[in-house]
């Protein structure tokens, strides 16, 4: 496929129930090099018994618009989509831009209930994505190694994984812009957003009502990767609330996670069954600024923050704790074996 557009009226339907038993996605495989460009047609129950349930995409470039993707399935990445590079020759990257676009109801037994980013470059702006599952990670989104994605404009709810219940990313950079997330849910921990490594950014997103099941971080989960890699969340302008886990349930920060909350970010109303309700820190680092609060959140200790190991550290950017961590019950810090710096 070198070039093709696909348009159906606004008014119209495209309904196209396919199957694929290889890795060329149920109705539609873009191969390196190629372009193709739908706007108006909706994907419903396509599937696959490898990747991409509706649409593979390997190194070709992809503009979708004003378009659903509902009840499409794989039996590997990517529920309705994946999204790649060229595996062999000059591996070209694969380049993705969705606008004013649906994906609801769409399911895969590994990762990305909806959109699996494998390595390529992603754009979303505006739409939905709605009612996802994936077994593994990412309900709606996966972002895996060496991926871009990035996301403004979009609510993101009632999706389900085992972990990340929303967005999963692994060495990658995902970058979310007035995004909403709510009502995700994760049977294993981080029902929002799980990080694995890599950098991930969040302005202006509100996450709420997330669930991270017996897991930890109902909203956000970060952690270094096998490699070593760090990992960095940072959080501007962004309120996370009402979100529910085992530890950290507004955000849990892992061995060798960074977390920086900055202009203005708020936590409230968040609840722990044990440590942490607003932020739980195990073996990783918390940053806040003094324009940043933490109140009105609840765990059995640390309802506003618990430390856990003496790895695990809180920066206070010259704030002090009673400044931007107050009001929260039974405590508002418990500092455990970690360290707590101005």
């Known amino acids: 496929m070198s070039g093709f557009s696909w348009w159906s009226h606004p008014g119209a339907r495209v309904v196209a129930r396919n199957f694929s038993s290889d890795s060329f996605g149920g109705l539609a495989a873009v191969t390196p090099g190629a372009t193709l460009e739908l706007r108006h047609v909706v994907f419903e129950a396509n599937g696959s018994s490898d990747s991409g349930g509706a649409l593979v995409n390997e190194g070709g470039t992809v503009t979708v618009a004003n378009s659903r993707f509902s009840a499409n399935d794989s039996a590997d990445s990517g529920g309705a989509i994946i999204n790649r590079p060229e595996e062999d020759g000059a591996q070209r990257p694969g380049v993705m831009t969705i606008t004013d676009t649906e994906f609801i109801g769409n399911s895969t037994i590994d990762e990305g209930g909806a959109i699996a980013n494998d390595g390529g470059t992603l754009v979303l702006r505006g739409g939905v994505i709605s009612g996802n599952t994936a077994a593994a990670g990412g309900g709606a989104i996966a972002n895996g190694a060496g991926g871009d994605v990035t996301v403004s404009g979009l609510t993101i709810s009632g999706n389900r994984a085992r972990v990340g219940g929303a967005i999963a990313a692994s060495g990658s950079s995902t970058t979310l812009t007035s995004v909403v997330l709510q009502d995700n849910a994760a049977s ?155």
Do not use: H, K
């Not at 704030?319 to 405590?331: M, S, T, W, Y």
């Open 188 to 342: 294993e921990g981080a029902g929002g957003l799980a990080a694995q490594g890599g950098e991930t950014s969040l302005t202006d997103v509100i996450v709420r009502r997330n669930d991270a099941g017996i897991g930890d971080g109902g909203r956000i989960s970060v952690s270094g990767s096998a490699s070593g890699d760090g990992g960095t969340v940072r959080l501007s302008g962004t309120s996370v609330s009402a979100n529910t886990a085992s530890g950290g349930a507004g955000i849990d920060v892992g061995y060798l996670g960074v977390v920086q909350l900055v202009e203005g970010s708020t936590v409230s109303g968040n609840v722990a069954r044990f440590g942490g309700g607003g932020a739980g820190v195990d073996g990783g680092t918390l940053v806040l600024d003094p324009t940043v609060l933490i109140s009105g959140n609840t765990a059995a200790s640390g309802g506003g923050v618990a430390l856990g190991g003496n790895l695990s550290v809180l920066r206070l950017g010259g704030a002090v704790p009673g400044q931007v961590i107050a009001g929260n019950r039974p405590d508002d810090l418990d500092r455990g074996d970690g360290t707590v710096m101005r």
